[in-house]
């Protein structure tokens, strides 16, 4: 039984170390430093896995996507029929969960605000509304989207999640359908993207999204208007608009960790645009023994005819 680990992007040594400990009696391999038969590959783990690798596995049984997100494989048109499974980890969900409140905190206290201050030395407080006063609106309520919404519900902020299907997450408001969405806009001064990148969510981050956004929200004076925060997927995102969007004042500041194209160009005007706080695709960055552990554990079941949980809707996209 042989495990082809195959991520680009990644330094697949350790991860081949990790799983050769995890599980000692299969044969672990990975793309390209390891040679052998292809066809002796039973599952791959991948991420951004050279397609035509993927396409040449003729007894390939599972694949297992090293992330919670799938849109790299699956925009693969060759991709074998089987089984993918993706991370459903809590390490990850903790994590992502820790990015977007770190990020809600950031502009609802004003960091940006008092960053600058302190660079003029400057002593001085700003008004800013309580936590129940500013609503949040989530976009994805699925196992990060639901963690976030719950857990920025308990520090107090009004909170609202859009998804597919109406969810019941205690504490949070949901909304599903196109007037669902529209009507979530309308409440939201702070707007989280933690939706999968689907055909339905590509671009769906535009102009017109953002102008829906809370004309009313309680907000600082250097900042009336709403935020947009994106840890989902840059393709889910219009960055012409959003650019236009934080110039023309229809946007205060935004949150990005994820982009159309990455790395970052060099010379992309997010880097250096006075209202955007980027990082690079970390906001999840996980334990990658936890999620070593969680792909053995699956296997291991697999393997003792338990069943693969997690797998992805090959139709939905996620
Ligand atoms: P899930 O599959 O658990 O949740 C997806 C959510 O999106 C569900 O609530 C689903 O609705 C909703 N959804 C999907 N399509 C639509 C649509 N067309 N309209 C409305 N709602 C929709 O995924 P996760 O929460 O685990 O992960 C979400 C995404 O986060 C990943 O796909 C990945 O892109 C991104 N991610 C980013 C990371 C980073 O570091 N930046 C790290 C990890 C993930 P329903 O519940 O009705 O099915
Ligand atoms: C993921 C990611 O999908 O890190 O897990 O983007």
Redesign the pocket.
């Known amino acids: 039984m042989a495990l082809l680990i195959a991520v680009n992007g990644w330094d697949s040594e350790s991860w081949a170390t990790r799983f050769s400990a995890l599980l000692p009696d299969h044969d672990i391999r990975r793309h390209p430093e390891t040679t052998g038969e292809l066809s002796d590959i039973r599952y791959l783990l991948g991420w951004k896995t050279d397609p035509e690798l993927v396409a040449a596995l003729p007894n390939l049984e599972v694949i297992f996507s090293l992330?919670?997100?799938?849109?790299h494989l699956l925009k693969n048109p060759d991709l074998p029929d089987v089984p993918m499974v993706?991370?459903?980890d809590p390490d990850?969900?903790m994590r992502?969960s820790e990015?977007v409140i770190l990020q809600v905190l950031l502009h609802h206290r004003k960091d940006r605000l008092y960053r600058a201050q302190q660079a003029d030395h400057l002593w001085k407080g700003a008004d800013v509304p309580s936590a129940n006063a500013v609503r949040v609106g989530i976009?994805?309520?699925?196992?990060?989207?639901?963690d976030a919404a719950r857990k920025l519900a308990l520090l107090g902020y009004q909170v609202a999640?859009?998804?597919?299907?109406p969810?019941s997450v205690e504490g949070v408001v949901s909304f599903?359908g196109e007037d669902g969405?529209n009507t979530m806009l309308r409440r939201t001064d702070i707007l989280v993207n933690?939706?999968?990148?689907?055909p339905?969510?590509t671009g769906l981050i535009d102009y017109d999204l953002l102008s829906k956004l809370s004309s009313d929200g309680q907000r600082h004076p250097d900042c009336d208007a709403p935020i947009l925060i994106n840890?989902?997927?840059g393709g889910s995102q219009v960055e012409d608009d959003i650019l236009r969007a934080l110039d023309d004042g229809t946007l205060a500041a935004c949150s990005l960790?994820?982009f159309e194209n990455e790395p970052l160009t060099a010379t992309s005007p997010f880097w250096d645009h006075p209202r955007v706080s980027l990082t690079p695709?970390?906001?999840?960055?996980s334990d990658p023994q936890a999620l070593s552990v969680y792909v053995a554990e699956r296997i291991r079941a697999y393997e003792a005819g338990e069943g693969l949980i997690n797998v992805v809707d090959r139709t939905?996209?996620?």
């Open positions: 992330g919670a997100g799938v849109d993706r991370i459903v990850l969900t992502m990015w976009l994805g309520q699925g196992v990060l989207g639901a999640g859009w998804s597919r299907t969810k599903s969405l933690l939706l999968p990148l689907t339905a969510t840890a989902g997927r960790d994820v695709h970390i906001a999840a960055d939905a996209g996620y």
